[in-house]
């Protein structure tokens, strides 16, 4: 008898073991759901990195100096909350939703009527500083109740790594062409009710025109409100997208609680969990790396429009050649997860992000249109590995974590919230340098033609200082420890902890 039972149990925990990890299996469709649920965030940053302070400072009339104040506010109350909503989500109950989820589901709808109030401008004068400054922080904060769980929500998808590998490809792609998508449905219907320029002498004429984009006088209260207007629409219609992006990620795929049979963990607080995320060398290692290769990128992304506009000339080609980047970066992503699989993430890195360093060609070679788009093809196959890599290595360094730590489980939101943080201080960083770099070489607003000294500042600004930038991450890089046979070894590990 006691041989009979002992035998259904061995039947019954084999069978319990084959279902664990069958409904651990990602089909393609989950893994398109899952990727989908990355647009909104890039969607909403494209546009607000490339039309808020131009809709500050021409539809909302503000002061510059107030618009900059609101900008760098909203900029660093973002990257304050990452870690904080960090912590909470990874101090959050298991639900029949799971952990991630919920989060994911309630700050939706109040994120999106946020962002549409952020491009409403309001009927008070004296309160239209408070205004923006409320509802872009609330905005930021409401989009990091969503931006944080869904990243962390890698690895409650599958307890594979290959899968998760897979399933972060299908998100980078998404993302990246949410960038596109971004810029063409805001550029798009506020283009449409761009205000006419006056005193522009020669269309032709890139030598010495001066252009002035103040409205035309007998128009301006209707040009004013149809630009309200088109601010308005072009909102209504991301926030719809924004919408329907959640509802497909929550439905879409379901969270799994891959702890399995690590249920003794302990909560600790916030304290201790950071010193013992931060404690993790392979972590900050990774985050360096990373944290200098964001600068470099980002230097670039902040700087390469006026670049093209100015130094090279390209008054009327720079959207394409934007747009030429983001769509090479979108086709390539596939291809380099492929290399990653095949010849391993660390090789990835070597390979792929020095790619970027081709944009000295576009600074030695004499300003050419065709050099320019060919280059920026190139770049734009950096930019996918920028995007891929990160993370899809996080959830690496999080699993060497598990096993190094068997019994302090439940950080995964805590490792990618101070991720996210440390690329948004870089981001802020890049955008002061740069700016401050232009004012000191002398740049003026609405001319033509830059000087000598603004355009050698943004050769270096585009050139020797991303290449400067990589270097340095790339030698970091090489500490980095979790190569495939760690991962391989890690892999063991946590099977055996989940049995």
């Not at 209260?221 to 630009?227: A, K």
């Not at 030695?364 to 065709?370: A, E, G, M, N, R």
């Amino acid at each position: 008898n006691s041989h009979n039972v002992r035998s259904q149990s061995v039947a019954a925990f084999s069978s319990q073991r084959k279902e664990f990890f069958k409904k651990r299996a990602l089909t393609v469709w989950s893994k398109v759901c899952f990727a989908i649920g990355g647009a909104p965030y890039q969607i909403t940053a494209t546009a607000l990195g490339f039309f808020l302070q131009i809709f500050l400072l021409d539809v909302a009339l503000l002061d510059p100096l107030n618009a900059s104040v609101i900008l760098f506010v909203g900029r660093a109350w973002d990257a304050v909350t990452d870690p904080a909503i960090g912590f909470l989500v990874s101090r959050s109950p298991w639900t029949r939703h799971g952990r991630m989820m919920p989060w994911i589901l309630v700050s939706t709808i109040p994120a999106v009527l946020c962002y549409f109030l952020i491009w409403v401008v309001p009927p008070i004068e004296q309160g239209k500083i408070m205004w923006y400054l409320l509802f872009y922080c609330l905005f930021q904060t409401l989009q990091t109740c969503f931006h944080v769980p869904y990243s962390a929500l890698t690895m409650f998808i599958s307890n594979k790594q290959e899968e998760r590998d897979s399933a972060t490809a299908y998100r980078m792609t998404v993302e990246v062409l949410g960038t596109v998508i971004g810029t063409a449905v805001q550029g798009q219907i506020v283009g449409m009710a761009n205000t006419p320029c006056i005193n522009n002498t020669s269309p032709t004429n890139t030598e010495d025109c001066f252009i002035s984009h103040q409205p035309l006088a007998p128009q301006s209260s209707y040009l004013s409100l149809s630009q309200r207007l088109a601010y308005m629409i072009a909102s209504a219609v991301i926030s719809l997208i924004y919408v329907l992006c959640a509802v497909v990620l929550f439905f879409g795929v379901r969270e799994q609680d891959n702890q399995g049979g690590l249920k003794a963990q302990k909560h600790v607080s916030f304290q201790t969990g950071l010193r013992l995320v931060m404690g993790h060398g392979p972590y900050v290692k990774l985050v360096l790396a990373f944290l200098f290769t964001s600068l470099a990128f980002m230097l670039l992304e902040g700087n390469f429009a006026v670049f093209i506009k100015y130094t090279l000339g390209f008054r009327e080609d720079f959207q394409n050649i934007l747009l030429v980047i983001m769509l090479s970066a979108t086709f390539t992503i596939p291809m380099w997860q492929w290399f990653l699989c095949r010849f391993g993430k660390k090789t990835a890195v070597y390979i792929g992000i020095p790619v970027m360093p081709f944009m000295i060609l576009v600074v030695c070679v004499k300003s050419s249109l065709f050099v320019s788009y060919i280059v920026s093809i190139a770049a734009g196959a950096s930019v996918a590995v920028a995007f891929l890599l990160p993370w899809s290595m996080l959830p690496d360094v999080v699993d060497d974590f598990k096993v190094q730590n068997p019994t302090s489980q439940g950080h995964e939101a805590i490792f990618y919230s101070f991720y996210v943080f440390f690329t948004k201080f870089a981001s802020g960083v890049s955008l002061g340098v740069s700016t401050l770099a232009l004012s000191f070489a002398g740049y003026v607003t609405g001319v033509c033609v830059q000087s000598d000294s603004v355009n050698l500042t943004l050769k270096m600004l585009v050139s020797a200082a991303p290449v400067s930038l990589i270097a340095l991450g790339l030698l970091i890089f090489k500490t980095y420890p979790i190569n495939e046979e760690c991962r391989q070894y890690n892999n063991k590990q946590l099977q055996l902890l989940l049995r």
